[in-house]
Each structure stands twice: as structure tokens, then as C-alpha cells.
């Protein structure tokens, strides 16, 4: 067994766990792992590391998400799988189809600024229903 370092949230797996239960691995700790496990975290089953040996005491480097999210590479073609964005082999978009346009007018019910101060034109006052005022209570009542 190796020590290595974390460079992301790991979800490592026990060691001849029946349940195949995981322990995690926070960015930055360090870890004992056996080479085969070591392997599931290293290219080529993984487009980018996501261990290094605990003997490099280089900061940590910066990863965003979009990095690892959904990355794998098959081991039987050597291929990226599930990289995001377009295929290398996609045809551009066509002229003008990137642009964003507002086609509708904005809601009537959203409220309109200094809504609040003003009263609307069609306001009516309902008068309260007789039946429903409650007769005050009684001292002892319960």
C-alpha cells in the first residue's frame, strides 16, 4: 500500500467490503490505497488525476467541476466518455443562433416599480359580511 493525497472529494472503496460501501476522502487528505485501487483514480481510467503521491507537497492544484463531471475513459477503445460540450467532429452553429431574443412582453401580473404606493384604478371596497363578525367573548367562557 501507497499513501497518496486527494486532489478531490474521493469516494474510495473498502477493502473486501461484501455491501461495496465507500469511505470518503476529502480534497487534501491522505489516503492508503493498494495500486489497483490507486489505478481507478490515474489515467487511462481517468481522463485526469485525481490522486498524487502524499510525498509531493505541492499546494493543491485548482479544479473546477466541469473538469470531472461525467469523465471516464473506456478501457477497451482508450476513448473519452461523456465529455461535456460538442464533439470534435460537430458542425458549427449557424449564423445568428447563439443570439438571445425576447419575443413576449413582460408579464402583466409581475410587479411594475413603485407598484406598492399606488392604487389600482379598478379598486372596490368589499364590504364585510354581517354574519361573519364573531360576538366578542366571555370573561369564564371556554
Same mark, same amino acid.
Given at each position: &500500500?501507497?499513501?497518496? +493525497? ?17 469511505? @470518503?476522502? &476529502? ?15 490515474? *489515467?487511462?481510467? /481517468?481522463? &485526469?488525476? &485525481? ?8 499546494? @493543491? ?9 461525467? $469523465? ?26 447563439? +443570439? ?17 404606493? /399606488? ?6 371596497? $368589499?364590504?364585510?359580511?354581517? =354574519?361573519?363578525?364573531?360576538? *366578542?367573548? /366571555?370573561? =369564564?367562557?371556554?
Amino acid at each position: &500500500m501507497s499513501a497518496y +493525497q486527494a486532489l478531490v472529494n474521493l469516494s474510495v472503496p473498502r477493502k473486501g467490503d461484501p455491501g461495496k460501501e465507500t469511505d @470518503l476522502v &476529502m480534497a487534501g487528505e491522505t489516503v492508503d490505497l493498494t495500486d489497483d485501487v490507486a489505478d481507478l483514480f490515474r *489515467p487511462p481510467n /481517468r481522463a &485526469m488525476a &485525481m490522486i498524487r503521491p502524499a510525498a509531493e507537497a505541492d499546494p @493543491l492544484p485548482k479544479i473546477h467541476p466541469r473538469q470531472l463531471s461525467g $469523465i471516464k475513459v473506456n478501457p477497451r477503445t482508450g476513448k473519452l466518455i461523456g465529455v461535456p460540450g460538442p464533439g470534435a467532429d460537430a458542425r458549427a452553429d449557424p449564423e445568428g443562433s447563439s +443570439q438571445v431574443i425576447i419575443t413576449e412582453p413582460p408579464e402583466a401580473n409581475e410587479p411594475q416599480l413603485d407598484s406598492e404606493n /399606488r392604487l389600482p384604478v379598478d379598486a372596490v371596497d $368589499i364590504q364585510p359580511n354581517r =354574519g361573519s363578525r364573531r360576538a *366578542p367573548a /366571555r370573561a =369564564g367562557a371556554k
